[in-house]
T-cell receptor, first 117, second 113 residues
Framework: DSGVTQTPKHLITATGQRVTLRCSPRSGDLSVYWYQQSLDQGLQFLIQYYNGEERAKGNILERFSAQQFPDLHSELNLSSLELGDSALYFCASSVGGSGYGSGNTIYFGEGSWLTVV | SQKIEQNSEALNIQEGKTATLTCNYTNYSPAYLQWYRQDPGRGPVFLLL?????KEKRKERLKVTFDTTLKQSLFHITASQPADSATYLCALREGGGADGLTFGKGTHLIIQP
């Protein structure tokens, strides 16, 4: 158990709908990351928050947004869903902000399976 | 553009032998490189980190080498067991001020009894 909790574990929804994925980081971790994993693309970095502020953006679509709340949990909002958004969405956390050379290990949750039909 | 390459073909190894996985990268100057294990439908799990000034790192049956001149890391599992069967991902730190990691697509390792 990594200590990162994600809900829901599975979600099936129709095209055009909106869903929210929730993540609670490990105790003491200030950084939260969202990754998308599909069979053909592998793990794709979407976005990082550090202590409530957006720190970095990766390949996140404009239809997607995220936030990190004062209690450090995070939500990923996916809207106007398309079939191609079906994937496993991972949340991960780390201490973060520790500098480039310090070796920031990331701890992953078990993921949320999203199926868009 | 930055790229991390791992052998996309599955690697079949007989139990008891050493499995060697390769990670090559381009357009990175990483301070460190990490290896993760991922089982089907599960989140990646951290295994080892090796820094740019380290040539080799060991942990139990695992060994990682890092050659910044060749831009390559090798990941070895000695005395392999069927339970080692999984996908192994190498990862480098994102650019642009992020603390996150960019992952290779992983190599699927199958240890046959």
């Amino acid at each position: 158990d990594s200590g990162v909790t994600q809900t829901p574990k599975h979600l099936i929804t129709a095209t055009g709908q909106r869903v929210t994925l929730r993540c609670s980081p490990r105790s003491g971790d200030l950084s939260v990351y969202w990754y998308q994993q599909s069979l053909d693309q592998g793990l794709q970095f979407l976005i990082q928050y550090y202590n409530g502020e957006e720190r970095a953006k990766g390949n996140i679509l404009e239809r997607f947004s995220a936030q990190q709340f004062p209690d450090l949990h995070s939500e990923l909002n996916l809207s106007s869903l398309e079939l191609g958004d079906s994937a496993l969405y991972f949340c991960a956390s780390s201490v973060g902000g520790s500098g480039y050379g310090s070796g920031n290990t990331i701890y992953f949750g078990e993921g949320s399976w999203l199926t868009v039909v | 553009s930055q790229k991390i390459e791992q052998n996309s073909e599955a690697l079949n190894i007989q139990e008891g032998k050493t499995a060697t996985l390769t990670c090559n990268y381009t357009n990175y100057s990483p301070a460190y490189l990490q290896w993760y294990r991922q089982d089907p439908g599960r989140g990646p799990v951290f295994l080892l980190l090796i820094r740019e000034n380290e040539k080799e790192k060991r942990k139990e049956r695992l060994k990682v080498t890092f050659d910044t001149t060749l831009k390559q890391s090798l990941f070895h599992i000695t005395a392999s067991q069927p339970a080692d069967s999984a996908t192994y991902l190498c990862a480098l730190r994102e650019g642009g001020g992020a603390d996150g990691l960019t992952f290779g697509k992983g190599t699927h390792l199958i240890i046959q009894p």
